[in-house]
Structures are given as structure tokens and as C-alpha cells.
């Protein structure tokens, strides 16, 4: 699959195969291009035992305007997409930015969220199993769903009136309050 690093799985599937089959052959059972296998057949080493590429394949085309242009727009407002952004680098500098450096653009501003963006709100999904009333239920006894019959009769009648019906049971449920504070 292009742009996936091959595995030293991969390196060891496609030489115990290819002791058998052809090289075509051999790369499809292992999941990797016939490109690869002759690269592979070439390699002295496993992909692992290789040094890990610390270059860059071109010239970065946004470095001249990130750090004076665009880095002050998203602090600005950092919700602006990298469309907007890149339609305000082309009417500033007419000619000079074509749309082909737009998902460039987004790679960069993904990661200057992630460093610097604003704080994501935590949410935390609850769930409720059908014919239960929520999850609290599964605090009162062993099954969530089926309460006792004593707890069920007066979990309805709490229910209906949304608030504790004696001083003994509102001991043990903690409801959050009616009145505002």
C-alpha cells in the first residue's frame, strides 16, 4: 500500500516465498509492491536495522510566509481553515501561491493545533442500555437494569416527582438539585 513503511514481517513473508514462487507472486502473498521486492532483494539489512530518513524530499514552500504570515492569522483566530488562509496568501501575493500547496498548508496548521491550538473540551459519552433510566441504576444491585422490587417501587415514585421521597433514601442518592444556587 503506498506510503506505508514495509515491516520486517513483510521482508520474511516475501522471502520464505519466494524460495517457492516468483517474485510477483511473492510480494502479492506479502502485501508489497513488485518495486519493493527487487528493493528488497537488493537490501543487505531488515527495514528495522535501517537508519530512519532524517531529509526532507523538496523545499518547504510555506517557510517563507509561516512564521510571518500565517502563525499571526491563527493566533488571530485559529479557527480559520486552511482554505481562508490560503486565499489570503494568494490575495496578498498574487500569482506566487498556487492551490497545490493547500494540503501542505493543512498538514501545518493540523500541527500547529495540535502544539499550539486552543484546549479541546474533554467529553466523556455515557451510556444507557435500553430499559434502563440511567446510569446510576447500576449501583443498586447486582443487575443495572433490575433494581429490587422494594427500591423499584420507590425509584418510581422518585422518578415521577424528581426529588427524594423520605429522608432515608435520599441518604443514599445523591440527585443534583432543582433550585439554581
Same mark, same amino acid.
Request: net charge positive; glycine share 4%; hydrophobic share 25%.
Given at each position: 500500500m503506498p506510503g506505508k513503511r514495509i515491516t520486517d514481517h513483510q521482508v520474511h513473508k516475501y522471502k520464505q516465498h519466494r524460495n517457492k514462487l516468483s517474485q510477483v507472486a511473492s510480494a502479492a502473498k506479502a502485501g508489497i509492491s513488485e518495486r519493493?521486492?527487487?528493493?528488497?532483494?537488493?537490501? @543487505?539489512?531488515?527495514? $528495522? @536495522?535501517? =537508519?530512519?530518513?532524517n531529509w526532507r524530499t523538496r523545499e518547504d514552500p510555506l517557510s517563507a510566509v509561516w512564521d510571518s504570515e500565517v502563525i499571526p492569522l491563527l493566533q488571530a483566530d485559529a479557527r480559520l481553515n486552511a482554505v481562508t488562509l490560503l486565499e489570503e496568501l494568494q490575495r496578498r501575493y498574487p500569482g506566487q501561491w498556487d492551490t497545490s500547496v493547500l494540503r501542505t498548508l493543512q498538514r501545518r496548521i493540523r500541527l500547529w493545533r495540535a502544539k499550539f491550538g486552543a484546549q479541546r473540551e474533554v467529553y466523556f459519552a455515557q451510556e444507557h442500555p =435500553?430499559?434502563? @433510566?440511567?446510569? +446510576?441504576?447500576?449501583?443498586?444491585?447486582? $443487575? =443495572?437494569?433490575? =433494581?429490587?422490587?422494594?427500591?423499584?417501587?420507590? +425509584?418510581?415514585?422518585k422518578l415521577r416527582s424528581h426529588w427524594p421521597s423520605n429522608r432515608a433514601a435520599s441518604a443514599w442518592v445523591k440527585r443534583p438539585s432543582l433550585q439554581p444556587s
Open positions: 519493493s521486492a527487487r528493493r528488497i532483494e537488493d537490501a @543487505q539489512s531488515l527495514p $528495522s @536495522q535501517r =537508519p530512519a530518513r =435500553p430499559g434502563c @433510566q440511567g446510569t +446510576w441504576l447500576s449501583r443498586l444491585s447486582s $443487575s =443495572p437494569c433490575r =433494581p429490587s422490587a422494594s427500591k423499584r417501587s420507590m +425509584w418510581r415514585r
